[in-house]
Nanobody
Framework: QVQLVESGGGLVQAGGSLRLSCAAS????????MGWFRQAPGKEREFVSR????????YYADSVKGRVTISRDNAKNTVYLQMNSLKPEDTAVYYC?????????????????WGQGTQVTVSS
């Protein structure tokens, strides 16, 4: 069992930056690949980024590639999402998620554990 708690969301102007954190409880954090998803009002939850358990591989959605960096600190049981050059269309609730599966990394259904989400609002 893994419990996830996101933090770091907030209100930022377009072009600004935020760093989201996701703290995990439970053992064997490094066994889990970690993903970030987001959901805007009236839209489906969409994939943002994912990092493997060892941090050896990362994936990014095309919509955030070049502006977002995912990282993790397994000693702290924490995964991060550094977001730069934020745009109003990045406004959403951001969720972190954990899975031991290694296929279809961009599919929310592949993830077993979810945090409660943190709101990111980007003003124009």
């Amino acid at each position: 069992q893994v419990q996830l708690v996101e933090s770091g969301g907030g209100l930022v102007q377009a072009g600004g930056s935020l760093r989201l954190s996701c703290a995990a409880s439970g053992r064997s954090f490094s066994r889990y690949s970690m993903g970030w998803f987001r959901q805007a009002p009236g839209k489906e939850r969409e994939f943002v980024s994912r990092i493997s358990g060892s941090a050896g591989s990362t994936y990014y959605a095309d919509s955030v590639k070049g502006r977002v960096t995912i990282s993790r600190d397994n000693a702290k049981n924490t995964v991060y999402l550094q977001m730069n050059s934020l745009k109003p269309e990045d406004t959403a609730v951001y969720y972190c998620a954990a899975t031991t599966r290694i296929t279809n990394v961009m599919v929310a259904a592949q993830y077993d554990y979810w945090g409660q989400g943190t709101q990111v609002t980007v003003s124009s």
